[in-house]
Every structure is written in structure tokens, then in C-alpha cells.
């Protein structure tokens, strides 16, 4: 039997990697299919996605909506329609390569060998694995996680990671409705809710290396939903069962 398996990519403004992201995702051997949710991108990049897909009839999938609404809710449109399609595995990955599309198959194996139902492509799991990142960045990102960790008391050392494979039935225990946060503490948001709906966990080492063509969408007003929207996981998670 083959398992279904769909990798949710976000996009804005991404023209410069879409074109190689997705060779290299769907050129891997494995029966991958790619949904890619663009928030009507400026530079066309939904143009070039379009011109790919007779290319790759049946297994390149793209859904437009109509401005930047946010990383959370692309990831939401995608689950919802992964689901809807029933496919058995959906992953988060970002599409500048700071993700590497050869562990893909690692995060699924997590899952269908090892029984992960959360699989997380972690940087911190085995030392610091972080690539051409400014050594500020990566004190933030890693302290991130850290702070993460002790307000929650979740086990995963690498709370903020973004390249993920989810097991359909952990999607499907979560009440999107629900979700808080759209940007940077969605991730966290995330692995939080599964975390304490009793589902299984498991880190997989990757090395992240920074975009090296468009721009990161990172922000102060990012940084500070993660901050203090940990603080109020926490509180909220005590009046939940």
C-alpha cells in the first residue's frame, strides 16, 4: 500500500527558488505529491508555478489566495485541503532551500517506520546545525527554543523548527478554528496542541542552511507573537482538559 504523502509549501514573493524547489521535491524517489499556497505573490511566482504543472500533471497542486494573510493560515488552507484529499502524511517545508528536500523521506520513515506522529526536522536535537546564519540569529533562534521548552515543558529542543511531517490523524485532533497565532509562533502553536492531545513526538537532525536568494520574512513583530504567545499557551492550556 503507498502512502499518500503531500508537502505544503507557503510562498510570497519566491520567484527566485519555486522553479528549483519543486524540481527537487518531486524529483526525489518517492511518491510526493506538492501543494504550493501563494498569498497572490507580486513578483509571479504563481505564474511560473502554472507553467510547471503540465510538467507534473496530477502531483503539482496550487491553491492562490487573494493577499499575504500570514504563514499560520497558508498552512491551515493547505492542511484542510490535504485532508479533504486524503492523503496520510502533510508536511511543512519552506521553499528557499533552507530546508533540504532529501529529508523528506527521513521525516515520512519517522513516522510510517518509527511511529512518530509529529516528526520534526530539528536543528537543535544534536548540537547546533544551522548554516550561513549571523551568530545573533542563531543565539535568538536556539535561546527561542530554549525559553520554548521551559514556559511549556513540551520535549522537543527545536520548538520553532518548520519542517515538518504530520501523521493525517494529528491534523485531524486539531480544531483550526482554534489556532492563535499566524506567524513564527504557529510553529510552536502547533507542536504545543498535539503535544497535549497525547501525540507522539519525535525529532529527526537536518541542517539548516539560510535562504541564499530572495528576501526572509522575518520580523520584530514575528519575534514578539513567539515571546509572549508562549506565555499565553500556557495560561489558556490550564482551563483545557
Not at 493560515?73 to 532529501?102: C, R, V
Not at 525559553?147 to 523548527?161: N, Q
Request: with cysteine; glycine share 6%; hydrophobic share 40%.
Amino acid at each position: 500500500m503507498i502512502n499518500k504523502s503531500l508537502i505544503i509549501i507557503p510562498t510570497f514573493n519566491e520567484r527566485d527558488n519555486i522553479n528549483a524547489v519543486i524540481e527537487a521535491v518531486l524529483n526525489i524517489n518517492h511518491e510526493f505529491h506538492l501543494l504550493i499556497v501563494d498569498d497572490n505573490s507580486p513578483d509571479g511566482t504563481a505564474d511560473i508555478i502554472r507553467g510547471l504543472q503540465n510538467r507534473h500533471s496530477g502531483k503539482l497542486h496550487l491553491e492562490s489566495r487573494k493577499g499575504k494573510l500570514g504563514l499560520g493560515t497558508a498552512y491551515i488552507h493547505g492542511f484542510k485541503w490535504a485532508l479533504q484529499k486524503d492523503y496520510d502524511f502533510i508536511f511543512e517545508m519552506d521553499a528557499d532551500f533552507s530546508h533540504d528536500p532529501n529529508d523528506l523521506p527521513r521525516l515520512l520513515d519517522a513516522c510510517v517506520t518509527y511511529k512518530a506522529d509529529l516528526a520534526i526536522g530539528s536543528r537543535y536535537s544534536n548540537g547546533v546545525n544551522v548554516v550561513n546564519w549571523p551568530m545573533s540569529r542563531v543565539l535568538l533562534s536556539y535561546c527561542a527554543s530554549k525559553y520554548v521548552r521551559f514556559i511549556t515543558g513540551i520535549p522537543v529542543h527545536d520548538t520553532t523548527a518548520g519542517f515538518k511531517c504530520y501523521k493525517r490523524s494529528v491534523l485531524e485532533a486539531i480544531d483550526f478554528e482554534k489556532i492563535r497565532f499566524t506567524g513564527y509562533a504557529f510553529q510552536i502553536e502547533m507542536k504545543f496542541r498535539a503535544w497535549k492531545k497525547g501525540f507522539n513526538l519525535a525529532e529527526v537532525p537536518v541542517i539548516f542552511t539560510d535562504r541564499k536568494l530572495g528576501q526572509s520574512k522575518m520580523s520584530n513583530g514575528i519575534i514578539r507573537e513567539a515571546i509572549f504567545g508562549v506565555i499565553l499557551l500556557k495560561i489558556t492550556s490550564f482551563f483545557k482538559r
